[in-house]
Structure formats: structure tokens, C-alpha cells
């Protein structure tokens, strides 16, 4: 019996054009995004347009432990790399900025 994450992704499929809603948890729910300063480089970074190729982010909101996003596939786009790649992103910067 598949539990945790594997069950949430099983059937799952990236369909170009589609609308996903995504969610992304801080690691151990720490409420980093409760920093104003972190949380408003998190906010700009988690927009950018370069962080989603791809992809379209339509809307999001930050939350203090956890981030919820629309985001749009493009044609042949997959959703896990494309989150993947947007999550790494900013996740990169962040930490390069606040170590």
C-alpha cells in the first residue's frame, strides 16, 4: 500500500495547458517566511517569470511555514520538474542570501 507522498503522486500526470495546484512545505515546518525581509525576497524570487520556464505561475500566497501556487504547464512541460526547478531556484538564492 503506497502512503505519504508516493500515494498523493500516484496517477498523477502533467497535461500541457493544465492548472495545478501546488503546495510546498518548509523543511520541519520552520516559520522562516515569518522574517519580513526573507519572506519579501521569497515572494520575489517565488514571481519571477525566469524561476517557471515551462510553466506559467498564475497566483501563490506565502504562508509563514509553507507556500500554495497556481501554476500553468506548458506544452510538453512536466509539473514535478517544473516545480522542481522553481522550488530549487529559490530555495538556492535564499540560502545564499540568508545562511
Not at 497556481?70 to 531556484?89: F, N, S
Amino acid at each position: 500500500m503506497d502512503t505519504g507522498h508516493q500515494a498523493l503522486r500516484k496517477g498523477r500526470r502533467s497535461i500541457s495547458g493544465q492548472i495545478y495546484l501546488v503546495t510546498s512545505v518548509t523543511a520541519e515546518r520552520q516559520k522562516h517566511f515569518s522574517d519580513v525581509a526573507l519572506a519579501h525576497d521569497a515572494a520575489r524570487w517565488l514571481s519571477a517569470p525566469a524561476n517557471w520556464s515551462n510553466a506559467e505561475l498564475l497566483a501563490w500566497v506565502l504562508m509563514p511555514d509553507h507556500w500554495h501556487g497556481l501554476v500553468r504547464l506548458a506544452d510538453d512541460a512536466r509539473i514535478e520538474v517544473c516545480v522542481g526547478r522553481g522550488k530549487g531556484r529559490v530555495a538556492r538564492a535564499l540560502r545564499a542570501k540568508y545562511p
